[in-house]
């Protein structure tokens, strides 16, 4: 897997959001994740705090992923794949 992957899965999760009847509050936690993601998957070597920041942001992954498991099962789907890839990353 590769950080186009996590991109274009930010991508297609983005427009399936935008399709969904989600809440503001779950629209906003996905926004503030996939900015975050991007970043992450852009930078560079690594620092002191690095792995702190990418168990963070994979739990914010996971937390999001289950917000959706009950009510909108097929953006669950993609938050998985998402948590998978940036695991396989090393994010």
């Known amino acids: 897997m ?3 992957r996590i991109r274009e899965l930010l991508d297609e999760l983005g427009q399936e959001l935008g ?3 989600v ?3 779950a629209l906003d936690l996905f926004k503030a994740l996939d900015s975050d993601i991007r970043e992450a998957s852009e930078a560079e070597g690594a620092s002191s705090g690095a792995a702190d920041a990418d168990d963070e942001l994979m ?3 996971r937390e999001l992923e289950a917000r959706f498991a ?3 099962p097929n ?3 993609f938050l998985r794949e ?4 940036l695991g396989k ?3």
């Open 19 to 21: 399709r969904s009847d």
């Open 2 to 4: 590769s950080k186009q």
């Open 59 to 61: 739990q914010r992954a």
């Open 82 to 85: 998402i948590a998978d890839t």
């Open 89 to 91: 990353l090393g994010i």
């Open 70 to 72: 009950s009510k909108h």
């Open 75 to 77: 953006l669950e789907l």
């Open 23 to 25: 809440d503001d509050e």
